[in-house]
């Protein structure tokens, strides 16, 4: 009988005593990204699984704490590293038209890397991976590892769900009511409630899809046709065949929206404060004339050295006249000239120990999603300045929360710059709003990365892929099908025929 029922347990489950083969693999040089899916590999690492991460390097990068599966592509120029994408990030618009550019410098780079590292890609790929999980944004690469192996495959979202990779998906999230992935600089104000709003956000939904789909998709089949011919390679297939997915953004932070089985958030978490500040900091911040600290930190990417002189110089006087504080502004090369004593800058800044100190008052940021977290995680007020991709979004969702405020890098002056952060270091309300969010930002029936990891682990036991009933019925619908167009658009059609008869 025992025997029998354990029997029974091990046809029912065949892969439940092994552990998992995974593969993530992320953009070119795509420590951004990756870093914000390592807490989950780390997740499945505990569970004995074997995770693995891979990209093209075109110089070292950090340890990510999992097995590389790195393309050495030193020697070559990093397209996404270019003095342009300064210009944009500090002095042009950001919209759906310009997601097209990063799938186009990724295709570019792929097409490279199957010309020169075939072997060293073919090699990787190869390896008898469980399941791949494939970076939603600008890894066509990677994706082709999953294909040409036919394994398997998880989307993961190092922000939210695109619109583009959500439609496909069939989602069937109400467009009009979601705030803009790419919301314009000049709608810090967007509201739901408002007929013109709701009209940006379709635009931005519809034209997301439609950039993603055709012009990205375009630039990902010619990347990939020497390892995938006709009928090439179709980044909406690959989405709609992915089995799960998962993304980083916490669902407190975002409005509700519709929820099939196969996603889930796992970015509802505070990871555990690490050690206590170095005595260098902590003397620095802890200087009893400082009113408190004030943290000027720009992500990876943002490089102070490549910023338009006049946006530099506006930055630089305003923080000196902030005597009365203690100022850390993370920036990378020599120290500028004329900055006052009460100003420490440093290449690398230990940002999570200062956000969590007792004196810190302000984050001044660009609005990435990690640094959106690390203020909820450790209650700081926020002043973000949005400068490209979805940071405008995540700043209007800080600020809906209460806690933050928004600059216009389009108005940046020192006058405007000085009144913002003097706004939210003066006034309490900030700080309280930043107390009450996080009071109940983890409050969940069980840790979402646990949780993320019992996904996976069914998924494993599932081999990759759940049965059909799991998955919803839209995703073999197109989608202007799974929104009922069809029928609003051709049934008026109709009838207006026949009257007009
Ligand atoms: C990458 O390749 C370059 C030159 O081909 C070499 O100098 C470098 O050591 C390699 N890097 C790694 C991490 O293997
Ligand atoms: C946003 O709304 C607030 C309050 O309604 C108003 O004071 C502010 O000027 C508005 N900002 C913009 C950029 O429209």
């Given at each position: 009988m025992i025997k029998t029922s354990i029997l029974y347990l091990f046809l029912l489950f065949p892969n439940f005593c092994d552990s998992a083969k995974v593969l993530l693999t992320v953009m070119d040089q795509g420590r951004s990204h990756a870093t914000s899916i390592t807490p989950l590999m780390h997740r499945l690492q505990k569970n004995d699984h074997t995770t693995a991460?891979?990209?093209?390097?075109y110089k070292p990068d950090i340890d990510f704490g999992m097995e590389e599966r790195f393309i050495n592509m030193s020697g070559f120029e990093n397209n996404f590293i270019s003095k342009d994408f300064f210009k944009i990030a500090f002095e042009d618009e950001f919209t759906f038209v310009h997601q097209a550019v990063p799938f186009i410098f990724g295709s570019i780079s792929c097409d490279r890397i199957l010309k020169h590292q075939k072997n060293r890609y073919l090699e990787i790929a190869n390896e008898n991976w469980d399941l791949f999980l494939s970076d939603s944004l600008f890894s066509p690469c990677g994706y082709a590892m999953a294909e040409i192996t036919g394994k398997p495959h998880v989307m993961m979202h190092s922000s939210d769900?695109?619109?583009?990779h959500g439609s496909f998906k069939g989602f069937s999230r109400n467009y009009a009511i979601m705030v803009p992935n790419f919301l314009p600089y000049s709608m810090s104000n967007f509201t739901i409630e408002k007929y013109w709003h709701r009209v940006v956000s379709t635009v931005d939904w519809f034209g997301s899809a439609f950039i993603t789909g055709a012009v990205a998709g375009f630039a990902q089949k010619w990347a990939l046709r020497s390892i995938i011919p006709f009928p090439f390679f179709s980044f909406y297939d690959y989405n709609r065949r992915s089995s799960f997915s998962f993304t980083d953004m916490p669902d407190p932070l975002y409005p509700v929206g519709a929820?099939?089985?196969d996603y889930f958030s796992f970015g509802t978490y505070c990871t555990a404060q690490k050690k206590v500040l170095d005595e260098d900091w902590e003397q620095f911040v802890s200087d009893p004339k400082s009113k408190g600290t004030i943290l000027v930190a720009f992500g990876t990417i943002i490089d102070w050295r490549f910023a338009p002189e006049e946006k530099f110089e506006i930055f630089l006087n305003t923080l000196n006249r902030l005597t009365e504080y203690r100022v850390i502004w993370s920036m990378k090369g020599d120290r500028p000239k004329g900055l006052g004593e009460h100003v420490k800058i440093s290449s690398?800044?230990?940002?999570?120990?200062?956000l969590n100190h007792k004196k810190t008052v302000l984050f001044l940021s660009h609005?990435?999603?990690?640094s959106v977290k690390e203020a909820v995680c450790s209650a700081t007020p926020s002043l973000f300045m949005p400068m490209f991709a979805e940071q405008m979004r995540n700043a209007w969702l800080a600020k809906s929360k209460g806690f933050a405020r928004i600059l216009n890098k389009f108005h940046l002056s020192e006058q405007y710059l000085e009144n913002h952060i003097r706004e939210v270091v003066e006034h309490k309300s900030y700080q309280i709003q930043a107390e009450q969010f996080l009071s109940t930002?983890?409050?969940q029936p069980m840790p979402a990365l646990d949780e993320a990891a019992f996904k996976f682990e069914r998924l494993f036991k599932y081999n990759g892929k759940m049965p059909k009933f799991f998955y919803p019925k839209t995703i073999d619908l197109?989608?202007?099908?799974?929104?009922n167009l069809d029928i609003w658009v051709i049934v008026p059609l109709v009838l207006g025929y026949i009257i007009s008869k």
């Open positions: 991460l891979e990209m093209a390097t769900v695109e619109s583009a929820r099939t089985n690398w800044v230990p940002q999570q120990q200062i609005g990435g999603l990690k930002f983890t409050d197109s989608y202007l099908t799974a929104l």
